[in-house]
């Protein structure tokens, strides 16, 4: 089975133990609609780092999208939703401690952890909160904060989580987020920012595919969850579909524009893509633009369009799903202003 190396050298946490040793088993016990082994894996030259895998049986076995006609329609109980799946799929349920939560709720919010049974990487899991509440798909605080926590509650910095919206190639119209293991590390940890409204802890990326930025350490989380909210609930409102990265990286104070490895990496980098919507749009032949494609990781289907890969053409397919420069800076003042007067 696939060997995540952790670089920090540290053994793995609680909660890693729980997700790899339990994917695993289910691995091992073929719920997957495919088995996943060492993946395909090359470095493209360039100065976004892109991590280039094949992953061909994901682009054949995994599950038809739904099909969507809104980035705010509505939860379908009739469709395919995470209450559906079959029960041996499921890890672990996270609970939130009462002393970390921000929310005022009568009981302690959950989020169920099940395997992606069309995984993208060692540990592929997707973290539904509270399934039988049947969220549609648009994130919460409570969602954002919790993604967060995950971040910190593993030891490994290659541990990502990431959201998708409706329109943003979400596939499921039931709130979820991606986590999984990916043994690189990413342009985006240690990009250089630009401050935006930095007590918000919002900024732009620099030298990036054009993207926002949010940085948060363990103390802050909730505030930080509070600041998204704002971002993704007024792109929603608008209907503009957007894409969600959470790694560990470097505070915007220590970016350093050359080399990587020298980033301290202390605190969880929140990414976000404002994007063109993609309703019934045909997918590209090499890989979808979508949460992992924004960060870095690009999961190809067929080996052909894996080795001919460059930087150029990656940007290329890239931009096209992107909003132009003049949509994003309009963008960007507009949520400028929303977030000083909120």
Known sequence: MHDCTNKSAQ??????????????VRMDKGLFRYRLGDLQTRLLPGHCGYV???????????R?????LSIQQEFNGKQFNFNKINPEEIICEMVQCAESSTIHQSSPGKMLVLVNVSP??????????????CYPQVLTKFAVEVGIETIFLSSSPG????????????????????GYYLDHELALESTEVKPL?????????INYHA???FYTKTKTVGKVAESVCKVTDFLVE?????????????????????????????????????????????????????????????????????????????????????????????????????????
């Open 197 to 205: 409204v930095p007590e918000k802890d919002f900024y732009r990326l």
């Open 64 to 68: 038809k999208p739904q099909e969507i």
């Open 238 to 342: 608008r209907n503009i579909a957007h894409n969600l990265f959470l790694t560990r990286g470097c505070p915007p104070s220590e970016c350093k524009p050359s080399g990587r490895e020298s980033s301290s990496r202390k605190g969880v980098r929140i990414i976000l893509w404002p994007r063109k919507s993609c309703f019934g749009a045909k997918e590209e032949s090499a890989f979808n633009v979508a949460l992992c494609e924004l960060a870095g990781h690009l999961p190809f289907k067929n080996i052909i369009d894996y080795e001919k890969a460059t930087e150029e053409g990656v940007i290329e397919i890239i931009n096209k799903y992107l909003l132009s420069m003049e949509e994003f800076l309009s963008l960007e003042q507009q949520l400028i202003e929303h977030l000083i007067n909120s």
């Open 120 to 133: 993208l990487e060692f540990g592929h899991c997707l973290f539904v909160p509270d399934p039988l509440q």
């Open 11 to 24: 053994p793995p946490s609680p909660f890693d133990t729980v997700i790899q040793d339990g994917w695993t």
């Open 52 to 62: 280039a895998q094949l992953n061909v049986q994901r682009g054949i076995e995994r």
């Open 159 to 178: 541990f990502r989580m990431g959201f998708n919206s409706l329109g943003a190639f979400a596939s499921v119209n039931h709130l979820h987020l991606h």
């Open 211 to 213: 993207g926002f930025l």
